[in-house]
């Protein structure tokens, strides 16, 4: 099953099933459905489904006044670039709204856009960017395990977060891998445990980090995979305590913003760890050629990173 | 209106006033860390609003609020406690002025953000609808907010969906310390209403009797009808003052926005200017001046009272 498909079905499911919702945005129950990620979404009794006008700073701050009334809802977004005209309620309003115990679920589902061949929209893919600006709580989706949890769990859960999706993944297979562990947040995913590397995957890198483990298993290289789908701070502990073990590290992130996840990670790891071989795979930016219409794929060296830990 | 009903709105009036006016002596002495917008010329609006209001219906504010926290609280101490960042403070010192809001006293939400807080109404709107509680969402904005994009699209939401909202856009003219003609063209409010399909009605003059049977109009309106209408108030922001300005021969007039007023002080007939600008002044329609003298001073007997002044 396609990646969209997936998540389409699980977010079926759960608004289904969820009297009193009220699901929103633009296109969301006409033309494409926003490549099918609300495709034929019901909701449960007493909820409507809006198909809204093309007005992002109020659509931004409509969930949040349901919420203060009460009335759970979700904003369904084409694009993460246009939660950029709703900044200021995603700061200001959700500051005074964070500050009680909520009574009601604000979720925005952004589709990240991470395809280059769509133009200038796409530098902006570190989703990371935007739930750091009020440290909102923020989730993405890169295979069918963390589909499940995150969006099962969050959801439509009492309290406001962002889920985004990665738009570069629509048309591939979900990934069904199996998991070693998650966290209670659904923050930090462990799919792998070996004893020869560690690989940490940030963003929406996670088919790259799970393309490395099966490439180095098959040189006889087992490896833990992790995969870090939050922004905001989380405890490294788990993934240290496998670096310590392994001594071999490698980070991936595939976002292209100066404010990377990982840089927080790699402080930290490199502090409290004695590292053999340590392998940063990240976004080079040259010149202006990243904002020109490109395919838009994070360069990962398999063959190189394989050898340098055979 | 039976006289004491009468009364007791004059006394609302004098109330608000009061209450500011003791907020402005504190600010003047330095008393308060956070940035206060005073809205002394503003109190009609506010007086009416609150009795417009029951307990279904909900407000939402922008950063000038404390005439309608006033008015909602019918006590100046815990909004005054809120200013000096005390825990007993209407908002436990957790939001000082700009976004003071009392879920208990139907304030919502209020916002330091211009026109940030018309989608949210419009949010707390749909809400309602699909509660089916009845209650009215009341939104307060202003002539600055209009020029922002969230009014227009606020609008455009509320009546494409059915949403009785009341838009009240205080108009005083200013933004911050430029004049409407100084900053952009004039908006034709009742051609862009009218083009979205929403109401608009007018009110001017501070003639708050008038205005609490006009708000009562207009909400029945409103929930029969709806559909949002835009109220226009004009007011006039009082206190502002004069200061020397080497680059111009004429003195420069600084308009109120945030921050006390050195040149307005507390005192018995709390009169600032004698027109209709100012809604104390209009009072005098409806009551004799020996009449109004004595009410203002009740009512500043009792503020201080309050207050252990």
């Known amino acids: 099953m396609k990646y969209i498909q997936y998540i389409n079905e699980i977010l079926g499911r759960k608004t289904a099933e969820t009297d009193g919702l009220v699901l929103f945005g633009q296109n969301i129950a006409a033309g494409s459905h926003i490549s099918g990620l609300t495709k034929g979404l019901r909701v449960g009794k007493g909820g409507i489904i809006i198909n809204t006008p093309n007005s992002e700073n109020t659509l931004t701050g409509l969930g949040f006044g349901m919420m203060l009334g009460g009335v759970s809802s979700i904003f369904f977004m084409k694009q993460l670039d246009f939660l950029l005209l709703g900044i200021d309620q995603i700061v200001d309003t959700y500051n005074f709204v964070r500050r009680k115990e909520p009574k009601a679920s604000y979720t925005i589902m952004p589709v990240i856009s991470d395809l280059g061949y769509h133009g200038l929209q796409s530098s902006f893919n570190n989703f990371g960017d935007i739930a750091s600006v009020a440290r909102i709580p923020g989730f993405t989706i890169t295979n069918k395990i963390d589909a499940e949890e995150i969006i099962n769990a969050h959801l439509v859960s009492p309290g406001f977060r962002i889920i985004g999706v990665g738009q570069r993944l629509f048309g591939d297979e979900i990934l069904d891998v199996p998991k070693v562990y998650s966290n209670n947040e659904k923050t930090l995913f462990q799919y792998a445990e070996g004893d020869k590397a560690t690989i940490v995957c940030f963003n929406l890198s996670f088919p790259y980090g799970w393309e490395l483990y099966n490439k180095l298993k098959e040189r006889g290289i087992d490896s833990s995979l992790f995969s870090v789908n939050s922004v905001t701070p989380i405890g490294w502990q788990k993934i240290i305590e496998d670096v310590s073990e392994t001594r071999n590290l490698i980070v991936i992130d595939d976002s292209k913003s100066e404010n990377s996840s990982c840089d927080n990670f790699i402080m930290n790891v490199l502090e409290k760890c004695q590292i053999k071989n340590k392998i940063i795979v990240k976004r080079e930016i040259k010149g202006n050629e990243w904002l020109y219409p490109n395919p838009d794929l994070l360069q990962i060296d398999y063959e190189t990173i394989v050898n340098k830990l055979s | ?309």
């Open chain 2, 1 to 309: 209106m039976g006289e004491s009903k009468k009364v007791k709105i004059a006394k609302e009036i004098l109330r608000l006033r009061f209450g500011q006016l003791v907020v402005n002596e504190k600010y003047k002495a330095g008393q308060f860390k956070i940035p206060i917008h005073l809205a002394m010329g503003h109190e009609a609006i506010a007086v009416a609003v609150d009795l417009m209001m029951d307990e279904k219906d909900k407000l939402v504010l922008s950063h000038r609020n404390i005439h309608y926290n006033l008015a909602r609280t019918g006590t100046l101490r815990p909004v005054l406690d809120e200013y000096l960042l005390k825990k007993e403070g209407l908002a436990y010192a957790e939001l000082g002025s700009m976004n003071l809001a009392s879920e208990e006293k139907g304030v919502i939400y209020a916002s330091s953000i211009l026109g940030n807080n018309l989608p949210v109404a419009t949010g707390l709107a749909l809400a309602e609808k699909v509660k089916r509680s009845g209650g009215l969402v009341i939104v307060v904005t202003g002539d600055g907010a209009i020029e922002e994009g969230a009014f227009y699209e606020s609008l455009l939401f509320m009546k494409s969906n059915a949403l009785g909202v009341l838009v009240i856009i205080e108009n005083n003219r200013w933004s911050m310390h430029t004049k409407i003609e100084e900053r952009r063209t004039e908006i034709d409010l009742p051609k862009l209403a009218a083009s979205l399909g929403a109401g608009y009605e007018k009110l001017d003059g501070n003639d708050v009797y008038r205005y609490v049977e006009k708000l009562k109009e207009v909400k029945k309106k409103i929930l029969e009808d709806k559909k949002p209408v835009v109220l226009e108030v004009n007011v006039t922001t009082l206190g502002g003052w004069y200061v020397e300005d080497k680059e111009r021969k004429e003195k420069r007039f600084i308009h109120p926005h945030a921050g006390p007023l050195p040149e307005t002080s507390l005192v018995e007939w709390p009169e600032i200017e004698r027109s209709a600008n100012d809604p104390v002044f209009a009072l005098q329609e409806h009551f004799s001046s020996d009449g109004l003298k004595k009410l203002s001073q009740e009512v500043l007997k009792s503020i201080k009272e309050e207050i252990g002044e």
